[in-house]
């Protein structure tokens, strides 16, 4: 079965540089999740989106945007990169029924150094 | 939106004892409560979940228990093994359609052989 997919899997790049980080929802799931997960950290909650609108938002830094285009595909752009964003960010969906079961990508672990 | 609490947030258990994970969630109308299990480096997977209209669901070694009116759930780990180790996160849902997921701080569970 087609799981979430996210790319690239590997990011590193330096301070004050830009990342955009891709995920494919599983077919016909319409709802969009991403997670940043530090070292030791549970995953926080960043932003989704739902038929592609932002639907929530949590503790994402005003550097970064995410939109959901009209695949369902999203995209996270991540400027002004800092030391602290290397972390791993994780994509899931869910389908169209309220209150499923969100299934994770494996994750883009980015590195600024 | 909604607050995970999540204990103990390590867990070292001989091969065979149980394991008691428990979490507490503030906002009342979440009403879907999944665990994921992450190990070292890989996404987080759901291994059990529970809504709101039952009170306990068991699946072989596991089982989750949720008491809606002290807002806790808890879940059960019987017969563990050493592949049990990981770190297990339980998760409340919130948000405009009750799908977003808050993650608890996890529990690191070590199964000793």
């Known amino acids: 079965a087609a799981g979430v997919i996210q790319s690239p899997r590997h990011l590193i790049k330096e301070k004050r540089e830009t990342a955009t980080l891709k995920c494919y929802p599983i077919p016909r799931h319409d709802t969009v999740y991403w997670y940043q997960q530090g070292p030791g950290q549970d995953p926080q909650f960043l932003i989704s989106f739902y038929e592609k609108m932002q639907s929530d938002k949590g503790s994402i830094p005003d550097r970064f945007s995410a939109q959901q285009f009209s695949d369902y595909h999203s995209e996270l752009n991540m400027s002004s990169l800092e030391l602290g964003d290397s972390a791993l960010y994780f994509c899931?969906?869910?389908?169209?029924?309220?209150?499923?079961?969100?299934?994770f990508g494996q994750g883009t672990r980015l590195t600024v150094v | 939106g909604e607050n995970v609490e999540q204990h103990p947030s390590t867990l070292s258990v001989q091969e065979g004892d149980s394991a008691v994970i428990k979490c507490t969630y503030s906002?009342?109308?979440?009403?879907?409560f999944p665990w994921y299990k992450q190990e070292l480096g890989k996404r987080p997977q759901l291994i059990i979940d529970i809504r709101s209209n039952v009170g306990e669901k068991k699946d072989q070694r596991i089982a989750v228990t949720l008491n809606k009116t002290a807002k806790h759930f808890s879940l059960h780990i019987t017969e563990t093994q050493p592949e049990d180790s990981a770190v297990y996160f339980c998760a409340a849902s919130w948000g405009n359609a009750g799908n977003m997921l808050t993650f608890g701080g996890g529990t690191r569970l070590m199964v000793k052989p």
């Open positions: 906002d009342s109308a979440s009403n879907y």
């Open positions: 899931a969906s869910s389908g169209r029924i309220a209150v499923s079961e969100a299934f």
